[in-house]
T-cell receptor
């Protein structure tokens, strides 16, 4: 069961444009929503994260927007640069009896053209 | 700090062979994780550990085993390799439980 759905699968943006990646979740018990950036041949890196009691979080050119009622959250990359070309994963964390679990979306391959 | 290191980087196994993927972190994190990443897919949690001597199953534990004798090391064991285990394996660690913060560079495993 796919609990976190991510779209689009791939995205091409011109340099200086805004990249927007969307995620939707089903389980309202999720309590932490991180985004990861992965370059080819490398492990993912934690980029930015948000809790559901906050509607927006900004770190530099990266912003997470969170809509609790719609069970959706999105990553916005402002002034996109070729160096931002990577695969981006959203994720959602849930506290279970056996511990905290992280569920990943399927990823979005972002290409920023110069 | 070296962060999270994994060995080997690449490995080809024949069906039925066994191997251990090594993972070490030098950040004194209690939480460590093993994920697998299949092409075009997100990461799936195999096993995780909340501290030395404590491990638990993730989403896809079948065919794997782990141990955590020290805070630093969290090896992943494949006992009878199968083609379905062809994947890229990532080890990760974190200060905050449940949310992997630092990933290793990965081990690309092919089972033929």
């Amino acid at each position: 069961q796919q609990q976190v759905k991510q779209s689009p699968q791939s995205l091409i943006v011109q340099k200086g444009g805004i990249s927007i990646i969307n995620c939707a979740y089903e389980n309202t018990a999720f309590d932490y929503f991180p985004w990861y950036q992965q370059f080819p041949g490398k492990g993912p890196a934690l980029l930015i994260a948000i809790r559901p009691d906050v509607s927006e979080k900004k770190e530099g050119r990266f912003t997470i927007s969170f809509n609790k009622s719609a069970k959706q959250f999105s990553l916005h990359i402002m002034d996109s640069q070729p160096g931002d070309s990577a695969t981006y994963f959203c994720a959602a964390s849930i506290e279970e009896t056996s511990g905290t679990r992280l569920t990943f979306g399927e990823g979005t391959q972002l290409t920023v053209n110069p | 700090n070296a962060g999270v290191t994994q060995t080997p980087k690449f490995r080809i196994l024949k069906i039925g062979q066994s191997m251990t993927l090594q993972c070490t972190q030098d950040m004194n994190h209690n939480y460590m994780y093993w994920y697998r990443q299949d092409p075009g897919m997100g990461l799936k949690l195999i096993y995780y550990s909340v501290g030395a001597g404590i491990t638990d199953k993730g989403e896809v534990p079948n065919g794997y085993n782990v141990s955590r004798s020290t805070t630093e090391d969290f090896p992943l064991r494949l006992e009878l390799a199968a083609p379905s285990q062809t994947s890229v394996y990532f080890c990760a660690s974190s200060y905050r439980g449940g949310v992997a913060e630092y990933f290793g560079p990965g081990t690309r495993l092919t089972v033929t």
